[in-house]
């Protein structure tokens, strides 16, 4: 499948003004400006609502932005939760530009714990510069490695060469396929 013509502007937007975001330090370019420019689009993309334009009411909402879930007492906030007929199906945990993915270990284990706590196979972490994805069925401890239940890497200049795969995952119309469903069961455990 071809990437959709929505991509690649954002390709090039971020490539033009990627020294800039990679050198943001606080406020300059924040995790929202970010999810805003770069990761709503994406997921629009993925035939997300990422803005309920469809007016589900909240209960069946596609995306739910900062979801609160309390966990063992605390209350966190999912920076986004995907669901199917009100069902959590994959969170994404954003980081600005200038947080390193790869070898981040806590911004892994954050995503990892809270998608374990969810009780989700699979969920993503990016920064738009960097993706991944973690098999979250693996529990998650203190000390673990960014590289812990990663499944897959790549960077933004990769998306249009992943985004069959991506799509064939992540995008709604595969999740009622039944597509996700089967790529994490066959997924645990496994690196990447």
């Not at 690649?8 to 020294?19: G, M, V």
């Not at 629009?44 to 063992?72: C, F, Q």
């Not at 199906?89 to 809270?114: C, G, N």
């Amino acid at each position: 499948m071809a990437v959709p013509k929505s991509i690649q502007p954002l390709i090039e937007k971020y490539t033009f003004h990627r020294d800039a975001y990679l050198l943001a330090k606080g406020s300059d370019y924040n995790e929202a400006q970010l999810r805003k420019d770069f990761t709503d689009p994406f997921f629009h993309a993925l035939g997300w609502d990422v803005n309920n334009n469809k007016g589900h009411s909240e209960a069946y909402r596609e995306v739910l932005h900062e979801e609160p879930v309390r966990i063992r007492g605390t209350t966190y906030f999912f920076d986004y939760t995907f669901r199917i007929g009100g069902v959590r199906k994959f969170i994404v945990e954003t980081k600005k530009p200038s947080v390193k993915i790869k070898d981040d270990a806590d911004a892994a284990l954050q995503l990892r714990w809270y998608a374990w706590n969810a009780k989700l196979p699979l969920s993503i972490l990016t920064n738009f510069e960097e993706w991944a994805i973690y098999d979250c069925t693996i529990k998650p401890a203190n000390g673990d490695n960014a590289a812990k239940g990663r499944i897959e890497y790549f960077t933004y200049k990769d998306l249009p060469e992943k985004w069959e795969y991506l799509i064939s995952i992540f995008s709604q119309d595969c999740i009622l396929k039944g597509s996700f469903d089967r790529y994490a069961a066959t997924q645990k455990g496994k690196k990447g």
